[in-house]
């Protein structure tokens, strides 16, 4: 798949295509379908099939207070976007210059000159241009004076998703709900890993750089690989999670490709100890040897086993540490 940041990244023989646009936070099974149908019909036609997405998310520029938490950071938006065998992905980069586009520039300069799109593919309820003036019908008049089709996506639910691609999931009513983000933060915030895994179609991830920590939990006889405040993917809800560790960039920034490794992650604030600071941090079942500072590790949560909780001593907290890593056990030999 192509990577793209800027329209002159873009060949000029580029096209036809067919192009969707949307942030595509998370690439939930939603996301997933409607694109793999979309570079199905591509390729059936011998075009190339496009995404337009942005960073940061444009909430984060015009309302950052209001910003929803990101589930997913760029370059693993990325890859579960080319996972859906898109042939290329333009990433802009969303400023409030940017937005000060009119719809008509938008679609003139991306999608007509640059992408040479033959058809648009939306939502119903698809905003874009200045103060997102633009919306469906803004998208149908313009594709009539430039010569594009526009193909209307309806919400995708679980029921529209066949047993091979993993649905359906419910929600917490029992009925069948939208695909979306916000279904996944939900689930997040709740500490529901396993209901956000249904809805995304894989565990949750959260990326980040191993930095150091109290050493507290080496002392204790579990040492723990901490993430930087600034690791990315949305921090569930506080509490002990079963999940899986891999190294994936090493401190001087060379890729690594290495096997997961089954740990236990604990997130909060330490409240035995007082602690005050949020943390992410993951012990590696049975391993004191690995040395993981200032390199990058993904966790995938697959299950909550427990919340987080104040103990009376150090001896209790020990007694539950070994429970825990017992569990974790139990819970990642069904998911390995």
Do not use: C, K
């Not at 633009?134 to 639910?157: A, C, K, N, P, Q």
């Not at 956000?196 to 191993?210: E, K, M, S, T």
Request: hydrophobic share 40%; glycine share 8%.
């Amino acid at each position: 798949m192509h990577r793209w940041s800027d329209l002159a990244d873009v060949p000029a023989d580029v096209g036809p295509t067919v192009v969707t646009l949307g942030n595509f936070d998370g690439v939930h099974r939603g996301h997933a379908n409607v694109l793999r149908r979309m570079a199905a019909d591509a390729r059936a036609r011998g075009w190339s099939a496009v995404a337009v997405t942005f960073t940061p998310h444009p909430l984060q520029v015009h309302r950052p207070d209001d910003a929803p938490p990101l589930l997913t950071g760029d370059e693993d938006r990325l890859d579960l976007l080319e996972a859906t065998g898109l042939d290329a992905v333009l990433l802009l980069p969303y400023s409030l210059q940017f937005a000060r586009q009119s719809p008509e520039e938008f679609v003139r300069t991306y999608l007509v000159d640059g992408l040479h799109a033959r058809t648009v593919v939306v939502g119903r309820d698809v905003r874009f241009g200045w103060q997102n003036s633009g919306d469906l019908s803004t998208m149908v008049d313009l594709g009539r004076r430039h010569g594009f089709d526009v193909e209307v996506i309806d919400d995708i639910t679980p029921d529209d998703i066949t047993s091979d691609e993993g649905g359906p999931a419910d929600d917490a009513s029992g009925g069948a709900r939208r695909w979306s983000s916000t279904w996944v933060r939900e689930a997040l915030a709740a500490g529901d890993v396993e209901q956000a895994a249904l809805v995304l179609g894989r565990p949750h991830r959260l990326r980040g750089i191993v930095v150091h920590g109290d050493a507290r939990g080496r002392e204790l006889g579990f040492p723990t690989a901490n993430l930087a405040q600034d690791a990315v993917g949305m921090v569930p809800a506080d509490g002990v999670y079963a999940g899986w560790l891999r190294r994936t960039r090493r401190a001087d920034g060379t890729p690594v490709d290495e096997v997961r490794l089954p740990a236990a992650v604990s997130i909060g604030t330490n409240p035995t100890f007082d602690g005050v600071q949020r943390r992410v941090e993951a012990y590696v079942l049975d391993r004191t040897d690995l040395d993981l500072y200032d390199d990058e590790v993904v966790l995938d949560l697959v299950a909550r086993l427990r919340p987080t909780l104040r103990f009376s001593s150090v001896d209790e907290l020990l007694d539950q540490m070994h429970a825990d890593v017992e569990r974790v056990r139990e819970v990642l030999a069904s998911d390995d």
